[in-house]
């Protein structure tokens, strides 16, 4: 026997305790070159380059702790020092700001608090959303210069001033507290704020939010940290536009650890002491512990990592394992009383099935616990592998979601989950994995739910790993990392389920409409940019580029994006050629020669008949599929002048494609054939509604045809990209966009999407904007969105947000007799002639504007005398424009240096020969909308949002008042002088301002 000791980054080896007190030791072990690997029974080894030692261990229990310590100590030696240094320089900082460990190595980096070891495991039970942990030593890449000044500036010392203000000293722990102490001490804290000091602004959001906005710009990130925490909106509008939230306010000023803090409390959840512990128990309902199962299984020793590597049988111990009284209790051998370890089904939050032959056993299955670790087992009976997994199963999942363990599941477990329709804080579900279906139950109901991970329209991972984004159909899931150790792998099972899983039709990732998402992709480009295009199917792209494309749609179909200039039209239409001659079982399945020997009746109705008959027979997958397909390839040979493609011609092409025929056999070009040029009466299509595609498509072209021949650079036509709220890659939609489809249609369908819930005073809206300009356009509501794609530059683009200004626009036109207005502006003119741009500065002008034009006078006086001296002439002003000639935008570029940020610029595009651009500046925000409201109101008849009527028939989904509360007089002034104000209106304004002169 030999004394070991394992300490920091070293193993030391003693010949007994005494050589350890007196410092004499055999030799130490560098942890940075080692590797600890499990072996029989209670043994282990540690290798390393030079020597291989190897140990064994009283008790199982023991060799775990061993193994633990030894892995422990490897991570030391692999970890870097320099961050963890740096913020112990803050002296409070070398203590774990709950329970007073020294020297702690781990930090929340949204709490702003340094943290031990043991704490760190209770933090991160709390979930992201409240605590998001992070390593001192080995999460490097979190660890920018702003985070670490952040820490060195706030120190443990301050957050807890605001934090651990109030504790009662018998509510305190030490770093000898058991882990249900720190627990609730933790949770009470931060998920309630307990003992938080409570800011004085607390309970009045409006005031909060604008004192948010002002410490943002200052230093003091100690009195944001207290507002964030008692309240404020991370994402609060600032009031300036140019700089519309605090992290916009915080990069202006140049407050770095100002932004850092708000970037790192994105998504944090506010404390809440309503969220009881009673709740908690409610959601991690214990099922009745009745269930028992007991038999030999295999067992290796617990982890706290995934298990990467295939486990040989060696590393298995066999195990007499007992479940019952909801405790999984496992011994040395059956003969044993006392047990080497046990798992109480409570803890346990996650239970995977390998698939056969992962590891040395043929069937193994994982168990995971709250605490982060994982637990092995194996066996090669199927029955024994069976028995065990359904009783552990029924162990620890609630009877509200005792569903979820009929099905034949991989994967079964507790996750955080929001949903499209709360977003404000995460509950507790439960979900089961079965093939490409993922089960679920929430909200405490017994009703079970189910996605298509193949047929789902976007899955992407967010917030550095810690939410999975789910979206099908209508419907979007967010999964939040609970745990690290379990969300890691639901989050590779969930990515693999949602690929293609094989090489027939049925197996591929799907659309919404069963079609597979590669032939949809591709159809849709080629219907963009190739129905044109001459001898297209007949000519073959590059077979590098059609291969590599092909790969990277059978890897992952949905995250394929098709673009103009990026992928040519024939290498795509080859890559679909190439998918259906590949396909497994062909389009036609196993009746590929009943469709063959169809071509031989004679009678054209029964061959109709026959045809019918054999699609019905087709899988439904096939049979959309095969719809789909004849639909485009109809649509093809409709434009055979522009393309050369006729149904002759398409048929050669596709006829040995489909059947994966050498092209001999003439039947197959025949079958083909008649499907096309029979594809209304076989496929039994609504002639009306090919008919409107077909106008779409005839649209899209003809519209192409008039860009390209005014030069303008097009931005899509059928399939475009939307963003919502912001242009950043998570927010992206890609969306079909008809001909016909208005700004509120295309509204209601990026809402629909993420499944948002418009309420009153959710003033949504499509917006046009241009980055180069500094500009942005509210599209009107009942404006087409397809002429305004393709009038879009590079600079440009298009997203759904909320409109600000739409209230104070709707209350002001209320008040308004008619749709007029005038004032002083400050005015700067821009013209490009020849591709030269000519421009001045700044100048006060005054405008009218009328339901008809916009005219410009060089000065009241002017325009005054003109009024006295020729009363009954019309008085001629210096610049006129008709209003329907005009494009207002919002913002002026910041090259021009506008004496005010609250200005528009207005686009005449009227003349091709000259594009004018005019800015103007007012002096008030409140005077900018209404000259914007004004603007609406006159080019739309009066209409600048829709009612109540309208926007039911465009979604039944919404039906939200809109100008129910709005008052006809603005409440502002007293009433004489409302009265006045709106006597105003009613008024010819030139009389207005002879009585002013006068």
């Known amino acids: 026997k030999l004394y070991v000791v394992v300490s920091g980054d070293k193993v030391f080896l003693y010949k007994n305790y005494d050589d350890y007190k007196s410092g004499i030791g055999i030799t130490s072990v560098e942890m940075n070159l080692g590797n600890v690997k499990d072996s029989d029974r209670r043994s282990f080894d540690l290798t390393t380059p030079y020597k291989t030692f190897s140990f064994i261990a009283d008790t199982d229990t023991e060799k775990d702790d061993w193994m633990e310590a030894m892995l422990q100590s490897i991570g030391d030696a692999l970890s870097n020092t320099e961050v963890a240094e740096r913020i112990w320089e803050e002296k409070s900082n070398r203590t774990c700001a709950d329970c007073g460990d020294s020297k702690p190595e781990w930090a929340s980096v949204n709490l702003c608090v340094v943290i031990c070891k043991k704490c760190a495991g209770e933090h991160r039970s709390l979930g992201p959303n409240i605590s998001k942990v992070r390593s001192l030593k080995m999460d490097r890449k979190i660890w920018t210069e702003e985070l670490i000044q952040l820490f060195q500036q706030i120190g443990n010392c301050k957050a807890n001033m605001f934090w651990a203000a109030n504790v009662p000293p018998s509510e305190a722990i030490d770093c000898e507290s058991s882990s249900r102490e720190r627990r609730r001490f933790i949770t009470a804290k931060y998920k309630e704020g307990k003992y938080r000091r409570y800011h004085l602004l607390f309970g009045n959001q409006e005031a909060l939010n604008k004192a948010l906005c002002a410490a943002v710009e200052t230093s003091d990130v100690a009195e944001t940290l207290s507002l964030l925490f008692c309240g404020a909106e991370v994402g609060c509008f600032s009031g300036d536009p140019r700089y519309p939230n605090p992290s916009a306010l915080a990069e202006e000023a140049g407050q770095r650890l100002q932004k850092e803090l708000l970037a790192q409390n994105r998504s944090s959840e506010i404390p809440r002491l309503e969220s009881t512990r009673d709740t908690v128990?409610?959601?991690?309902?214990?099922?009745?512990?009745?269930?028992?199962?007991?038999?030999?299984?295999?067992?290796?020793?617990?982890?706290?990592?995934?298990?990467?590597?295939?486990?040989?049988?060696?590393?298995?111990?066999?195990?007499?394992?007992?479940?019952?009284?909801?405790?999984?209790?496992?011994?040395?051998?059956?003969?044993?009383?006392?047990?080497?370890?046990?798992?109480?089904?409570?803890?346990?939050?996650?239970?995977?099935?390998?698939?056969?032959?992962?590891?040395?056993?043929?069937?193994?299955?994982?168990?995971?616990?709250?605490?982060?670790?994982?637990?092995?087992?194996?066996?090669?009976?199927?029955?024994?592998?069976?028995?065990?997994?359904?009783?552990?199963?029924?162990?620890?999942?609630?009877?509200?979601?005792?569903?979820?363990?009929?099905?034949?599941?991989?994967?079964?477990?507790?996750?955080?989950?929001?949903?499209?329709?709360?977003?404000?804080?995460?509950?507790?579900?439960?979900?089961?994995?079965?093939?490409?279906?993922?089960?679920?139950?929430?909200?405490?109901?017994?009703?079970?739910?189910?996605?298509?991970?193949?047929?789902?329209?976007?899955?992407?991972?967010?917030?550095?790993?810690?939410?999975?984004?789910?979206?099908?159909?209508?419907?979007?899931?967010?999964?939040?990392?609970?745990?690290?150790?379990?969300?890691?792998?639901?989050?590779?099972?969930?990515?693999?389920?949602?690929?293609?899983?094989?090489?027939?039709?049925?197996?591929?990732?799907?659309?919404?409409?069963?079609?597979?998402?590669?032939?949809?992709?591709?159809?849709?480009?080629?219907?963009?940019?190739?129905?044109?295009?001459?001898?297209?199917?007949?000519?073959?792209?590059?077979?590098?580029?059609?291969?590599?494309?092909?790969?990277?749609?059978?890897?992952?179909?949905?995250?394929?994006?098709?673009?103009?200039?990026?992928?040519?039209?024939?290498?795509?239409?080859?890559?679909?050629?190439?998918?259906?001659?590949?396909?497994?079982?062909?389009?036609?399945?196993?009746?590929?020669?009943?469709?063959?020997?169809?071509?031989?009746?004679?009678?054209?109705?029964?061959?109709?008949?026959?045809?019918?008959?054999?699609?019905?027979?087709?899988?439904?997958?096939?049979?959309?599929?095969?719809?789909?397909?004849?639909?485009?390839?109809?649509?093809?040979?409709?434009?055979?002048?522009?393309?050369?493609?006729?149904?002759?011609?398409?048929?050669?092409?596709?006829?040995?494609?489909?059947?994966?025929?050498?092209?001999?056999?003439?039947?197959?070009?025949?079958?083909?054939?008649?499907?096309?040029?029979?594809?209304?009466?076989?496929?039994?299509?609504?002639?009306?509604?090919?008919?409107?595609?077909?106008?779409?498509?005839?649209?899209?072209?003809?519209?192409?045809?008039?860009?390209?021949?005014?030069?303008?650079?097009?931005?899509?036509?059928?399939?475009?990209?939307?963003?919502?709220?912001?242009?950043?890659?998570?927010?992206?939609?890609?969306?079909?966009?008809?001909?016909?489809?208005?700004?509120?249609?295309?509204?209601?369908?990026?809402?629909?999407?993420?499944?948002?819930?418009?309420?009153?005073?959710?003033?949504?809206?499509?917006?046009?904007?241009?980055?180069?300009?500094?500009?942005?356009?509210?599209?009107?509501?009942?404006?087409?969105?397809?002429?305004?794609?393709?009038?879009?530059?590079?600079?440009?683009?298009?997203?759904?947000?909320?409109?600000?200004?739409?209230?104070a626009m709707l209350i002001y036109i209320a008040s308004k007799v008619n749709v007029t207005k005038h004032g002083m502006m400050k005015f700067r003119e821009e013209r490009i002639l020849l591709g030269l741009s000519t421009s001045a500065g700044f100048h006060d002008r005054y405008f009218i504007l009328t339901s008809n034009t916009l005219r410009l006078y060089k000065e009241v006086r002017t325009l005054n005398k003109l009024q006295k001296s020729a009363p009954e002439q019309s008085h001629k002003p210096e610049k006129e424009w008709p209003v329907k000639n005009l494009k207002v935008y919002l913002g002026i570029k910041k090259k021009f240096r506008p004496p005010t940020c609250w200005g528009f610029t207005i686009v005449n595009e009227a003349e091709r020969a000259e594009k004018q651009h005019w800015y103007l500046c007012c002096d008030t925000q409140q005077e900018m909308r209404e000259w914007f409201a004004t603007f609406i109101c006159a080019q739309n008849e009066g209409n600048i949002w829709p009612s109540e009527s309208s926007r039911v028939k465009v979604s039944r989904a919404f039906q939200d008042s809109r100008l129910g509360s709005i008052s006809l007089i603005p409440l502002r002034g007293s009433a004489s002088q409302i009265r006045k104000s709106v006597a105003a209106f009613s008024v010819d304004h030139l009389a207005m301002i002879r009585n002013e002169d006068a």
């Not at 404000?424 to 017994?446: M, P």
């Not at 045809?611 to 019905?616: E, G, K, P, R, T």
């Not at 485009?632 to 398409?650: A, G, I, P, W």
Request: net charge negative.
């Open 281 to 807: 128990v409610k959601q991690y309902y214990m099922p009745p512990q009745s269930i028992t199962c007991n038999g030999f299984l295999y067992k290796t020793a617990s982890m706290v990592r995934p298990v990467t590597e295939k486990r040989a049988k060696e590393d298995f111990s066999r195990r007499w394992c007992v479940l019952n009284d909801g405790v999984f209790s496992y011994y040395e051998s059956d003969k044993n009383s006392t047990p080497n370890g046990e798992l109480k089904m409570r803890e346990v939050v996650c239970l995977s099935v390998n698939k056969r032959d992962t590891h040395g056993y043929e069937r193994t299955f994982e168990i995971y616990t709250e605490s982060e670790r994982l637990y092995l087992f194996g066996t090669d009976s199927a029955d024994t592998m069976e028995e065990w997994v359904k009783s552990i199963a029924k162990s620890f999942v609630p009877r509200t979601a005792e569903a979820l363990v009929d099905h034949d599941f991989e994967r079964i477990g507790r996750l955080q989950y929001k949903d499209g329709l709360n977003l404000e804080c995460a509950k507790v579900g439960w979900f089961a994995l079965t093939n490409s279906t993922l089960f679920y139950c929430i909200d405490d109901t017994e009703k079970e739910e189910a996605i298509q991970l193949r047929k789902l329209q976007e899955l992407s991972i967010q917030s550095d790993n810690e939410v999975l984004v789910l979206v099908e159909g209508r419907r979007t899931l967010y999964i939040h990392a609970e745990r690290k150790l379990d969300f890691s792998g639901w989050i590779s099972t969930i990515q693999r389920a949602s690929s293609s899983a094989g090489d027939t039709l049925t197996e591929q990732q799907l659309t919404e409409g069963d079609i597979p998402v590669i032939v949809d992709k591709c159809i849709d480009y080629i219907t963009q940019y190739g129905l044109t295009s001459e001898g297209i199917y007949r000519k073959s792209g590059q077979n590098s580029k059609t291969t590599s494309l092909l790969d990277s749609f059978r890897k992952d179909a949905r995250s394929v994006k098709l673009k103009e200039g990026d992928h040519q039209v024939d290498d795509v239409s080859n890559t679909l050629k190439r998918f259906f001659r590949d396909i497994k079982e062909g389009i036609f399945s196993k009746f590929y020669e009943d469709w063959l020997q169809t071509t031989a009746i004679n009678d054209e109705n029964q061959q109709v008949q026959q045809y019918q008959n054999l699609l019905n027979k087709l899988p439904k997958v096939n049979k959309l599929t095969l719809q789909s397909l004849i639909n485009h390839l109809y649509c093809v040979q409709r434009f055979s002048d522009e393309n050369q493609m006729n149904t002759h011609n398409l048929a050669i092409v596709f006829g040995p494609t489909l059947f994966q025929t050498d092209g001999q056999d003439y039947k197959a070009g025949r079958v083909v054939e008649d499907l096309i040029s029979r594809y209304v009466v076989i496929f039994d299509v609504d002639e009306q509604q090919l008919k409107k595609r077909l106008d779409e498509i005839s649209a899209i072209i003809k519209l192409k045809i008039a860009v390209a021949s005014t030069g303008t650079q097009q931005a899509g036509d059928f399939i475009c990209t939307i963003y919502l709220e912001e242009k950043k890659a998570d927010n992206e939609q890609h969306i079909k966009v008809p001909a016909s489809m208005t700004a509120e249609e295309l509204t209601f369908e990026i809402l629909d999407r993420r499944k948002i819930i418009m309420r009153e005073k959710d003033y949504w809206c499509c917006f046009e904007v241009n980055e180069k300009e500094d500009m942005e356009r509210p599209l009107h509501y009942s404006e087409k969105v397809l002429p305004v794609l393709h009038s879009l530059g590079t600079d440009s683009y298009m997203v759904v947000k909320k409109h600000i200004s739409m209230e």
